[in-house]
């Protein structure tokens, strides 16, 4: 099973525009890994692409990323959504659609009925842009709780009843990955979690002293929203999983490539994304 990390990144990608910060001029000056896309994920054995953030098409590129015959979606949420206008980018020749030719090989675009029916909402004036992408036969829609690609089993497990938020689970032969990039606190119960392999979890505040020397007080309504590095190893300990990387690593949090690499030296097994972090069992 092979995974890559082609987007860690938070809500605003690294360097954020404007900013002039440490990180953000550091992330310009050096480029990958000091500098993240949205949040995104390859599961190279499918062909499988997690969401699609605003910069998905710079990911793609600078993870070489050769073939995307599924489009899976975690939630609605714009940061992983909004660039699902690279379908076009990926499937539409307007040479060809000019004298009548179709796509012959559209996109899968799937994921729990709740959450593409969420999707169906975004759009333009014109009405819903996976609609429009469907009747151009430039995707296909489905919904699933589960699925069996090539030698992969994938599980779409709800963070709650609602169905709205998804958390992937990709096993083959003995090797189970978890890939939880967002919104997923509280965090489901489910024995599927059991003894993975790893767990890729976003929704996590790194550290107490953030961008600017932000305090994060205890009473910041953050930590309700958010996990803290501390739930996060009460976390690894209860599903006994043996490797935790932590993405969706945001800006705000105030630390380079280089902060995060000495900060996991603190953790056993829990370790931070960047982009191009492959992930081999």
Not at 140 to 150: A, E, G, K, R
Request: with cysteine; proline share 5%; aromatic share 10%.
């Amino acid at each position: 099973m092979k995974l890559k990390i082609i987007g860690s990144g938070g809500c605003v990608s690294i360097p954020r525009p404007l900013c002039q910060c440490k990180v953000c001029t550091e992330a310009r000056e050096k480029g990958f890994p000091y500098a993240r896309c949205g949040c995104s994920l390859y599961v190279e054995d499918a062909n499988i692409l997690i969401d699609t953030p605003e910069d998905i098409a710079y990911a793609l590129n600078n993870a070489d990323v050769k073939k995307v015959a599924y489009i899976l979606y975690s939630h609605i949420d714009p940061d992983h959504t909004m660039g699902m206008r690279v379908v076009e980018q990926l499937r539409l020749d307007w040479l060809a659609n000019s004298i009548g030719v179709k796509c012959k090989n559209p996109i899968t675009v799937a994921s729990l009925p709740p959450i593409i029916k969420d999707l169906k909402f975004q759009g333009t004036k014109y009405g819903s842009a996976l609609n429009y992408y469907e009747s151009m036969n430039l995707i296909s829609i489905q919904t699933f709780t589960s699925l069996d690609l090539n030698s992969i089993h994938i599980d779409l497990v709800p963070v709650d009843d609602s169905a709205g938020v998804t958390v992937f689970v990709f096993k083959e032969d003995l090797h189970k990955v978890i890939y939880a990039p967002c919104d997923v606190k509280p965090f489901p119960e489910n024995d599927i979690f059991m003894d993975a392999d790893c767990l890729v979890i976003g929704n996590t505040i790194v550290g107490d002293i953030l961008k600017d020397g932000f305090i994060l007080e205890n009473n910041n309504p953050l930590r309700d929203e958010l996990f803290v590095m501390e739930e996060i190893v009460k976390l690894k300990n209860k599903y006994h999983i043996k490797r935790v990387i932590i993405t969706h690593l945001e800006e705000d949090w105030g630390k380079s490539y280089d902060d995060f690499l000495n900060l996991q030296k603190q953790f056993d097994g829990i370790e931070f994304a960047y982009d191009g972090l492959e992930i081999n069992y």
